[in-house]
């Protein structure tokens, strides 16, 4: 691996003139600048995968999107985050995340706290662009504490990722392609006979709707806590 | 001036948007001033009128009978109104997708009566179900979405003024999906 | 142990002397096709009656690798060697051993199934990459060194500086073979010049493209030229390790590459000190567990390393950080095949042919309603038209032609009217379509584009590895739109909503197989409009 010696490089937000470090990615800088860029799939300390593409910018010059999460910033480059197209493609992309499989925020324990959801008032997604699949899929309740319901899933991964990345247990995973993809614990067992999983509850904490959540708890109190993870991989890194 | 034409139906729904309607409570008086009734549970008409300006339509589409309806309305009205999560996503009304309509039919007239004369599942007078339930927007064009369950009276309120005044609602402030 | 260039030709050269008194050779196809017609059965019977005619001194029997022609299975070749002048028997079945062996006898036997060796089919073809396919035994490391097998390597390692080699890939213009069309030589350069302890050649055999079985043909009629060629690149870019991802699907393939491998190992060609030079590589093959998306670069190089195959965002590119981490150069079969040519016979000679900037030739996979099915390897620029009417014998029962399908489910359609356009990179991406790795299936008049296209939406819907939204929800999403198209039950709105789809689904996907996926839907819109109209029902 060749490590490259780490800069400082200048370039533009939407015509705001932003430095940052040569190693950070466009996300990373816009957020230190107080620029909002959507994102599902990303969570501060966990590695990035780019698959929601809701954090796609432009870069001028260029007639390609790409993620922000994962693209490393370059001198002088000029970052486009909300222009038209890109709203245009985020509503499709959006929508068509509504559309794979049930969210029904009205009955889900997230309803209020999801992360989804307030991605559809934020960028105005009053109705799905797209036809509804409703893929549908059987609930794991067996775990003494927690719960998943797999038809509230978006495949953001953060379960998977902080599983293995934080807890070092890599009890989950995915199974299957395409929209019959699916997050399994070990070989595709009921979570509650899971011999890797730890019970720790970080997959719970991170997961941005109600694929998973606590037993017992109602929609006021189902509120997602990922601090506990972030503070945790900050503390990790400043030991 | 001539007061505009609005009709609201239920179609797959709880009438829960329909209650949030009433609950607009003295505002119903100042709307009164400005709209003509001419179709809704709240009123006697028996066939959807023809020269409607605004359809409020509240419910999924889940039996023929639904879809018929909507295709009426698409005819009859200039604008429709999608009010609430079942008429925009489907919402509870849609869950049944997860299992499908012959497995919702048999828990319905089967598995969960005490005695089924026909033995079959009912073909008259009830309408028959599709194979999927469906948003509005999913069978005809759609002017106006306002998400909720049930739609608050607010957001119902500020959304038939401006379109009567003609004038663009944000409504991300008074609603969403789940609310 | 052959450790050196003189001691190769020496090597070649004995394997000649043995075969002093034959004269002959009988050629059998044992390509996929002609095996499945039971090619290897009648190569036995072939040989005992050859043998019990007292015959096998004068000629000699042997199994090639796919001579092209597979619509024309089983394919019998008689070799004269003095004369060099091959005939190609077609459609021989086994009840016609007797009249195989009564031609090594009288030349007028068999007569009925000799091919005109004048067809355009055969003048028309320029073989480089197949060169070897048809005429050596896959088996056999011999015949491969006879047949001027490793000279290219051991030259290199002999005579010439990494450098050289590069130079020599970029002057010969060659470009990425799998379908991208990137400049080869540029890959290797940017491999050479980074820094790094470790770095892997990996070769793309994962074709899984329908309709295309280019890659398979190389690998079972020529795996030594593969092992060169990566032994080639890995020397220019300073590598000791190769794999070879082949996909599952190809046993023969897999079969054919680990027996050369071991064959190449105990002749020194592979290991330690190759020609006594320092130089280091060993190769290994690694199965593809049936997933299309395992083609694309990143993808591959992580079902190689023991993960679940999914693409990743690029960059960084795998020339920085490909397998495991380390700088990595991933060509395809082709790719490879082409490189021990070029640098036995020079870059300019392999530029001379082609186009400026599609250099040399290109193998195609002719399927559909197409009369001579098989492989063929032309030269770039050659004319869609002579490629389909001349090569290939025109279209089935001689229908008017409507469309041709290039590059599978990532490429498009071009209609009759564009059939004079010529074959290289920049014409084909001009109208819409893209070479491809090189599948090209014929469509005549009563072919549905709609449902050409469903059928390629589909194919990407199930194997969308389920990473990304775009590709994972917009590819099931625009096949049931493209459903509703076929059964003529869609709206006017649904029009848009699959442009829009197709535009969401192009520009944001994560990797080539989404980016790519609305190609067939697009193209199609392009020059079959009717008959998405047609899909529209009125209201």
């Known amino acids: 691996m060749i490590k490259d010696k780490v800069r400082v490089k200048t370039f533009k937000i939407d015509d705001v003139a932003v430095t940052g470090r040569s190693d950070s990615t466009i996300l990373e800088v816009a957020k230190e600048h107080g620029i909002h860029i959507p994102t599902l799939c990303y969570l501060e300390g966990l590695s990035c995968v780019g698959a929601c593409r809701m954090c796609i910018v432009e870069i001028k010059g260029s007639s390609k999107l790409i993620p922000s999460c994962t693209a490393k910033i370059k001198e002088d480059m000029e970052v486009i985050t909300n222009s038209s197209r890109l709203i245009k493609h985020r509503k499709m992309i959006l929508s068509m995340i509504f559309a794979e499989r049930t969210h029904t925020c009205s009955v889900c324990v997230s309803n209020g706290h999801c992360e989804l959801q307030s991605q559809a008032t934020d960028i105005g997604l009053e109705h799905s662009l797209v036809p509804y699949i409703h893929k549908g899929f059987d609930v794991d309740a067996s775990h003494k504490e927690y719960v998943y319901d797999p038809n509230r899933c978006i495949l953001c991964t953060r379960c998977v990722r902080v599983c293995s990345e934080v807890e070092g247990a890599h009890a989950l995973d995915i199974l299957g392609r395409g929209i019959s993809a699916k997050i399994i614990h070990d070989m595709d067992e009921p979570w509650s006979t899971s011999e890797s999983c730890t019970s720790c509850g970080k997959c719970v904490q991170v997961c941005p709707t109600g694929a998973l959540f606590e037993k017992g708890a109602s929609a006021t109190e189902m509120v997602k806590k990922k601090s506990i993870v972030t503070n945790l991989i900050q503390a990790r890194k400043n030991k | 001036m001539s007061k505009v034409r609005v009709a609201t139906i239920w179609l797959d729904g709880c009438s829960g948007c329909h209650m949030s309607f009433l609950d607009m409570d003295e505002r119903l008086i100042e709307l009164a001033e400005l709209i003509d009734v001419v179709y809704s549970p709240y009123v006697d008409a028996k066939e959807f009128p023809t020269n409607v300006d605004l359809t409020i339509v509240e419910g999924a589409l889940s039996t023929d009978h639904d879809l018929k309806m909507i295709k009426k309305i698409r005819k009859n009205s200039k604008k429709i109104l999608a009010l609430g999560d079942c008429a925009i996503t489907g919402n509870i009304s849609a869950l049944k997708n997860l299992f499908g309509t012959e497995a919702v039919l048999k828990k319905g007239y089967f598995d969960l009566v005490d005695f089924n004369e026909s033995g079959e599942y009912p073909s008259k007078m009830v309408p028959k179900l599709l194979d999927k339930v469906i948003p509005l927007n999913e069978a005809v064009d759609i002017d106006f979405f306002v998400p909720g369950c049930p739609t608050p009276a607010d957001a119902i309120y500020e959304v038939i003024k401006g379109i009567l005044e003609n004038r663009e609602v944000d409504i991300s402030k008074l609603t969403r999906f789940g609310k | ?511 080539g197989l989404g980016q790519a996926a609305p190609n067939p839907v697009l193209s199609t819109i392009k020059y079959f409009e009717n008959e998405y109209l047609e899909g529209i029902k009125d209201d």
């Open chain 3, 1 to 511: 142990m052959i450790e050196s260039l003189e001691e190769l030709l020496a090597h070649a050269l004995k394997k000649k002397e043995s075969e002093k008194n034959s004269h002959e050779e009988l050629r059998v196809c044992i390509g996929s096709s002609c095996a499945s017609l039971g090619a290897d059965e009648l190569k036995k019977g072939l040989k005992t009656k050859v043998k019990d005619e007292n015959l096998d001194k004068q000629c000699s029997v042997k199994g090639v690798g796919c001579n092209g022609l597979c619509s024309a299975a089983i394919m019998v070749s008689h070799y004269d060697k003095e004369k060099e002048l091959e005939t190609i028997y077609g459609g021989v079945e086994q009840n016609d051993i007797d009249d195989l062996v009564g031609i090594i006898k009288d030349k007028s036997s068999l007569e009925n199934k000799k091919c005109d060796m004048n067809e355009p089919f055969f003048t028309k073809q320029k073989k480089i990459v197949l060169e070897n396919a048809g005429v050596i035994d896959p088996d056999d490391i011999d015949d491969y060194i006879a047949h001027g097998g490793y000279i290219a390597l051991f030259t290199a390692l002999e005579e010439m500086r990494p450098e050289d080699i590069i130079n020599e890939v970029k002057v010969s213009g060659l470009r990425g073979r799998g379908g991208g069309g990137y400049p080869t030589g540029l890959k290797w350069e940017t491999v050479a010049k980074v820094e790094s302890n470790q770095k892997y050649i990996v070769c793309n055999g994962d074709e899984g493209d329908p309709g295309a079985f280019m890659d398979r043909a190389v690998m079972e009629a020529d795996p030594h030229k593969i092992i060169e060629g990566m032994a080639l690149c890995a020397y220019a870019c300073g590598a000791d390790k190769g794999y070879i991802y082949v996909r599952a699907e190809y046993p023969e393939a897999v079969k054919k590459l680990n027996k050369a491998i071991k064959q190449a190992r105990n002749n020194g060609i592979l290991g330690n000190q190759i020609a006594n030079s320092g130089f280091n590589f060993d190769l290994e093959v690694r199965l593809g567990g049936g997933a299309f998306v395992c083609g694309e670069a990143t993808a591959l190089v992580t079902s190689i390393e023991g993960n679940r195959g999914q693409p990743r965002q690029k960059p960084p590119h795998l020339s920085n950080s490909g397998l495991w981490g380390e700088p990595t150069i991933l060509n395809n079969v082709e790719t490879f095949a082409n490189i021990a040519p070029i640098i036995k016979n020079g870059g300019e000679w392999y530029s001379s042919m082609g186009t400026k900037n599609s250099t040399g030739t290109k193998v195609f996979a002719l399927t559909g309603n197409i009369k001579n099915t098989g492989l063929v390897e032309v030269p770039m620029g050659i004319t869609l038209r002579e490629l389909i009417y001349d090569i290939g014998g025109g279209v089935t029962d001689d229908k008017p032609l409507k469309a041709i399908q290039t590059g599978g489910p990532s490429g498009g359609c071009i209609p009759e009217e564009l059939l004079d356009i010529k074959v290289d990179y920049d014409s084909l991406k001009e109208v819409g379509s893209i070479m491809g790795s090189g599948g090209l299936i014929v469509m005549d008049e009563n072919s549905n584009m709609l449902e050409v296209a469903r059928f390629f939406m589909e194919f990407s819907k199930d194997e969308s590895c389920g990473k990304c939204v775009p590709c994972r929800v917009g590819t099931t999403e625009l096949t049931n739109l493209l459903d509703k198209f076929v059964k003529k039950e869609a709206s006017k709105s649904d029009f848009q909503l699959l442009k829009d789809m197709c535009e969401v689904v192009k520009e944001s996907s994560l990797c």
